[in-house]
């Protein structure tokens, strides 16, 4: 079982940045790979950001290109999400998922861990 905890949301105005972590339990975090994924009210979940196992291969959607960027630390059973250049339509709960696999999913069916998000908020 592993379990995941955001931190790191709050409130921004346009055009501030914010730095997300999401810190795992058990021996088992370097293996899998995790996604950060938001929920705007009456909007479905998106996956934004995904990272494989050894960090080596990522994935954004393409309205977060260039302005966020999600790392990890093996070491530190942590994975971060640095979001830079934000905007309003940013506003969202983040969940922070890990998947089994070593190899990130677009898929939110793919994810067996989930977290309890955090809040981002950005005023205009």
Do not use: H
């Amino acid at each position: 079982q592993v379990q995941l905890v955001e931190s790191g949301g709050g409130l921004v105005q346009t055009g501030g940045s914010l730095r997300l972590s999401c810190a795992a339990s058990g021996r088992t975090f370097s293996s899998y790979s995790m996604g950060w994924f938001r929920q705007a009210p009456g909007k479905e979940r998106e996956l934004v950001a995904a990272i494989n196992w050894s960090g080596a291969g990522t994935y954004y959607i393409d309205s977060v290109k260039g302005r966020f960027t999600i790392s990890r630390d093996n070491a530190k059973n942590t994975v971060y999400l640095q979001m830079n250049s934000l905007k309003p339509e940013d506003t969202a709960v983040y969940y922070c998922a890990a998947s089994r696999s070593g190899y990130y999913s677009r898929s939110n069916f793919a994810y067996d861990y989930w977290g309890q998000g955090t809040q981002v908020t950005v005023s205009s």
